[in-house]
């Protein structure tokens, strides 16, 4: 037996809670943020539980932590207090080590003190363990979710919970003068699927006005062929790395392996992206990478995945389906061409 948290993108809890069911048999959920929140209950102990879902991660399970101690909530400063305890009673899981404490909670939660105050107290109780807080690269992890009235906590590795951001909710830094907000989804692909873009050198961006995924692998050194019918961000401009071509992606042609790393950003009817993607694959080189961008139209988003995932079959394995934090209605595919 063992007890998570589960988190999704909002409105998405669902098809998480839905493929975790079909994992592993028996689970139970119940509901604490709607659409994005839940506890699962699962007959297999920890490490088979995990061992279960690294074998097929869920597309839609954006962080997972362990619950290994509960408290109730009384709403004073009793609260800290159990959790300064229950941190000094697992001395031997931080000492020596560098640990972080993320804290989040339901908006009702009894709980009444803020992240910054909760982590100001933990990190003081692990500075007398000999332990190290820190923000970045935690060897361990002390996760606090506050609900209405309690509180789980789980320690666990950032490979235990699928991300070692809060609820898997990467943030990063908005540039001046960005092109777009889209760029995120790219450099978070980036770091979910372990690539480096800049081991590329030639790309291909399929709808990729107003530049946002462009501008980024510009940034990272390579020459990218952009394809949109729409305008592409002026600054983008003075790279002499930059093709753009102002069509439709169904009017182009390229020679057979001319890119090694294909992305595409249409947000598009699913089959017409399949269409258009298999139509420009032969420019890719065997082996080449794809990082495509699925929208998720209607209501049946598992089927509309695997429907995708089995028309691009033909021509490439799939590496990793994942909704990343970036995506709103739609999921991010790490394709390999065959
Ligand atoms: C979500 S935006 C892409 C954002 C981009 N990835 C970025 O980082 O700025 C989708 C783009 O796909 C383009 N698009 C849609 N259908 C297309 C097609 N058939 N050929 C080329 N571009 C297309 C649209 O014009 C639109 O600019």
């Given at each position: 037996m063992s007890q998570w948290i589960g988190t999704a993108?909002?409105?998405?809890?669902?098809?998480?809670?839905?493929?975790?069911?079909?994992?592993?048999?028996?689970?139970?959920?119940?509901?604490?943020?709607?659409?994005?929140?839940?506890?699962?209950?699962?007959?297999?102990?920890?490490?088979?539980?995990?061992?279960?879902?690294?074998?097929?991660?869920?597309?839609?399970l954006r962080h997972l932590q362990p619950v290994d101690r509960t408290i109730e909530i009384t709403g004073n400063a009793n609260d800290l207090e159990q959790?300064?305890?229950?941190?000094?009673?697992?001395?031997?899981?931080?000492?020596?080590?560098?640990?972080?404490?993320?804290?989040r909670r339901t908006p009702k939660s009894g709980f009444v003190y803020s992240a910054a105050d909760t982590k100001a107290v933990l990190d003081a109780v692990l500075e007398e363990l000999d332990a190290e807080p820190v923000v970045q690269q935690p060897d361990v992890i002390i996760a606090i979710y506050a609900a209405v009235d309690q509180i789980?906590?789980?320690?666990?590795?950032?490979?235990?919970?699928?991300?070692?951001?809060?609820?898997?909710?990467?943030?990063?830094?908005?540039?001046?003068?960005?092109?777009?907000?889209?760029?995120?989804?790219?450099?978070?692909?980036?770091?979910?699927?372990?690539?480096?873009y800049?081991?590329?050198?030639?790309?291909?961006?399929?709808?990729?006005?107003?530049?946002?995924?462009?501008?980024?692998?510009?940034?990272?050194?390579?020459?990218?062929?952009a394809i949109d019918p729409a305008e592409l961000h002026p600054s983008l401009m003075a790279y002499p790395t930059l093709t753009y071509l102002k069509r439709n992606a169904s009017e182009v042609k390229f020679e057979a392996g001319t890119f090694d790393l294909l992305v595409?950003?249409?947000?598009?009817?699913?089959?017409?992206?399949?269409?258009?993607?298999?139509?420009?694959?032969?420019?890719?080189?065997?082996?080449?990478?794809?990082?495509?961008?699925v929208k998720l139209m209607h209501r049946k988003p598992l089927q509309t995945i695997r429907d995708v995932?089995?028309?691009?079959?033909?021509?490439?394995?799939?590496q990793k389906a994942k909704q990343l934090f970036h995506n709103r209605e739609e999921i991010t595919l790490y394709l390999i061409k065959k």
């Amino acid at each position: 037996m063992s007890q998570w948290i589960g988190t999704a993108n909002q409105t998405y809890a669902p098809y998480a809670m839905e493929e975790l069911r079909r994992l592993i048999e028996g689970v139970a959920f119940t509901q604490l943020a709607a659409g994005e929140v839940f506890l699962m209950s699962c007959p297999l102990e920890r490490e088979e539980t995990l061992q279960a879902i690294r074998q097929q991660e869920p597309i839609f399970l954006r962080h997972l932590q362990p619950v290994d101690r509960t408290i109730e909530i009384t709403g004073n400063a009793n609260d800290l207090e159990q959790l300064s305890d229950m941190v000094r009673n697992a001395v031997m899981t931080f000492e020596n080590k560098r640990v972080a404490v993320h804290i989040r909670r339901t908006p009702k939660s009894g709980f009444v003190y803020s992240a910054a105050d909760t982590k100001a107290v933990l990190d003081a109780v692990l500075e007398e363990l000999d332990a190290e807080p820190v923000v970045q690269q935690p060897d361990v992890i002390i996760a606090i979710y506050a609900a209405v009235d309690q509180i789980y906590v789980g320690f666990g590795a950032p490979s235990e919970m699928l991300s070692d951001w809060p609820g898997g909710a990467v943030r990063f830094q908005r540039e001046e003068g960005q092109v777009s907000r889209a760029k995120f989804k790219l450099l978070e692909a980036e770091r979910e699927f372990g690539l480096n873009y800049a081991e590329y050198r030639n790309a291909i961006d399929i709808g990729a006005a107003p530049g946002g995924w462009t501008s980024l692998l510009l940034e990272r050194g390579l020459r990218v062929t952009a394809i949109d019918p729409a305008e592409l961000h002026p600054s983008l401009m003075a790279y002499p790395t930059l093709t753009y071509l102002k069509r439709n992606a169904s009017e182009v042609k390229f020679e057979a392996g001319t890119f090694d790393l294909l992305v595409c950003d249409m947000s598009w009817s699913p089959m017409m992206m399949c269409k258009l993607v298999l139509d420009l694959e032969p420019a890719l080189t065997q082996g080449g990478t794809a990082i495509i961008t699925v929208k998720l139209m209607h209501r049946k988003p598992l089927q509309t995945i695997r429907d995708v995932i089995s028309r691009l079959s033909t021509e490439f394995r799939l590496q990793k389906a994942k909704q990343l934090f970036h995506n709103r209605e739609e999921i991010t595919l790490y394709l390999i061409k065959k």
